[in-house]
Structures are given as C-alpha cells and as structure tokens.
C-alpha cells in the first residue's frame, strides 16, 4: 500500500516561508516523479512542482518559478518543497503526489491527503 506523510504546512505572513515534506512508502522511490499541486478555493487544481529523483530533473510552474525549490532525499523517500516569498494567492491545500511519467499529472498514479497552506497579508 502507497502511503504519503504531508507536513509543513500553516500560516504565514506574506514574504514569508514555508517548507513542506512529502515521505512516500509502498513504491520504489526511483521509479516515480514526486511533486505537488495545490487546490484553492474555486480555482482549478494546480501542478505546483516535480521532482525525478532517477536523474534530478526539476519542474516548476511559472507562478512559483524563481520562489520555490524542491529537492529529494533518496535515502529516506522524502521530497521537500521550500515556499519563499510567499504571496496571498500561494494559498492553498497543497497536495503530494507520484506520477510514473516524466512530470506530475492530473492523472497520478498516487495522491496524499494534502497540507494547509494560508498566507496573509
């Protein structure tokens, strides 16, 4: 069974930060994209950023590019997205998922529950 543990997230102050986690069991880490959406209120759900943690290649959408980094930790099966410069719009329940394809999808193969993030001005 495909387990995720989500942390990290909470309530921030605009220009503010935030890092959250993503631990992933129950797949071989290596064969999977790892990455976040985010869903907010009335808006369509989001591919945030990815990870391939075979080769280190990263995405990000435009919105975040140049304020977030995610990184991987192989060893553990962890995946980190650190949230910089956080702007009100950020806000949003922030979802992990694993995606056998080369970049997260709407079609994941595997969803977490997601984490709270809320950014105020």
């Known amino acids: 069974e495909v387990q995720f543990v989500e942390s990290g997230g909470g309530s921030v102050q605009a220009g503010g930060s935030l890092r959250l986690s993503c631990a992933v069991s129950?797949?071989?880490?290596?064969?999977?994209?790892i990455g976040w959406f985010r869903q907010a209120p009335g808006k369509e759900r989001e591919g945030v950023s990815c990870?391939?943690?075979?080769?280190?290649?990263?995405y990000y959408a435009h919105s975040v590019k140049d304020r977030f980094t995610i990184s991987s930790d192989n060893a553990n099966n962890t995946v980190y997205l650190q949230l910089n410069s956080l702007k009100p719009e950020d806000t949003a329940v922030y979802i992990c998922?694993?995606?056998?394809?080369?970049?997260?999808?709407?079609?994941?193969?595997?969803w977490g529950q997601g984490t709270q993030v809320t950014v105020s001005i």
């Open positions: 990870i391939d943690s075979s080769d280190g290649s990263t």
């Open positions: 998922a694993a995606d056998r394809g080369a970049r997260i999808s709407s079609g994941a193969d595997y």
């Open positions: 129950g797949l071989t880490f290596r064969d999977y994209t």
